[in-house]
């Protein structure tokens, strides 16, 4: 029977995801107990189910890492100003992003501290401590950790914080071409989390040199498109050269005695994942999470009345322990109806509901529901393993349909009027043959909000030799994909 402050309880999506994304992004990780405000403007509270989703992604992340030789390390939260003025070009690009401490209790401190946005400064000076011979190198350290970049005006949960997490891999090798090669190594790992873990296919490439890293000598990165059609970068790479050991004096001698500076990447995959994840998937019912990252991955809800309830909530128990291997609730509470159950955990994205009723309980059934796509499934008691088989399928076809969207908004374009009118629907990469001028980049967004984004790896082989730039007509020497972004 349904409680009286049931319908008070039922927490819905009132905006439309296609017709108002941005309203529907929110409503669906608040209403959802996904995230909250916290006091502080810019800074989110993980809750439970998500922040599992971090410390999934960190965990499986972490051991492919691992598996490389990428070992964990952890460094202090505050850096002195006069590191972070080290190197200046990196300096200059966070600059505006820096938040200080300047009092400790009640004392003025000596230097500044800079809140961490990111740990090349601080790690540089031990790494220039720890290096001395060729026998130190190659030297490839990741710490997990929150990082804060204060400037901007208009956060948003995950896409856009003041704190977030992520990883930071900061590396040194003492020759060039293996320092490269690292590359390929670190965003196939971020690449397959994504694709294998929360589902989302991207585009991996070079990035231009507008847009590249503050101190990197090139940047790569893995582009994913939202469901408004704007761009959003994910997880990237840097190859930071010598740049920062130059600064920051990281020498070794090698096998002749003679001495030189390391090479460095860094490298990172942030919370800013998981808002692309929810954002691509969910629907207007609410969260939909892909089967390997859900907190619950089922939930069991027994339907039943005074005389069959303990049948019932027996049987259901029963199913839940053949199912040791998942993530399983049973909701056996009389507090709520069935109806208002349903609701909710569609609402929370719990990848499969099992309903067992008097019906179930006779036939020796149970009755399975995809949260993806709404598909019912009845499966004998005895053939619970085929749950296996349809979490499995889940979790592909919540890829494939990402992947089949981000193809169909990948368009190529020759014609700067084409671009334009195109890029006002925001139709998603824009992919164009360019000079590689950073005026011409910087006119294309002027004239059209549109930024590259990425030089994609795959498309560079489409390049011809009568291409001219998508904007001044000159030679081409990339193809690049331009997108509004985030």
Known sequence: MESLNDIDKVKKIT?????????WYTQVLINSDFVDYSAVSGMMVFRPSSYFIWDSIKKYTDAFFKEVGIEDVYFPLFIPERLLNKEKEHIKGFSPEVAWVTEGGNTKLEEKLAVRPTSETIMYDSYSKWIKSWRDLPLRLNQWNNVVRWEFKHPTPFLRNREFLWNEGHTAFADEKEALNERDVVLGIYDNVLRNYLALPGIRGKKTDKEKFAGAVASYSIELLMPDGWAIQGPDFHNDGQNFAKSFDIKYVDKSGESKYVYQNTFAISSRVIGIMIATHSDNKGLIIPPKLAYIQIVIIPIYNNSNKDKIIDYSNNVKDRLKEFRVLVDSDGSYSPGWKFNEYELKGIPLRIEIGNKEVEKNTITVKRRDNGEKIELEINSLGKINSIIDEMQVDLYEKAKKFLDSHV??????????????????????????????????????????????????????????CIYCGKPAKHIVNFARSY
Not at 15 to 23: I, P, R
Request: glycine fraction near 2%; charged fraction near 35%.
């Open 15 to 23: 905006a439309d995801k296609e017709e108002n994304f941005s309203d």
């Open 411 to 468: 368009t190529k374009v020759y014609d700067f009027d084409e671009f334009k009118k195109k890029i006002q629907n925001h139709i998603g990469f824009l992919q164009a043959p360019w000079c590689g001028s950073m005026e011409c980049e910087d006119k294309i967004a002027d004239e059209t909000k549109a930024k590259a984004t990425n030089m994609p790896f795959d498309a560079q082989q489409d390049l011809k030799e009568n291409d001219v």
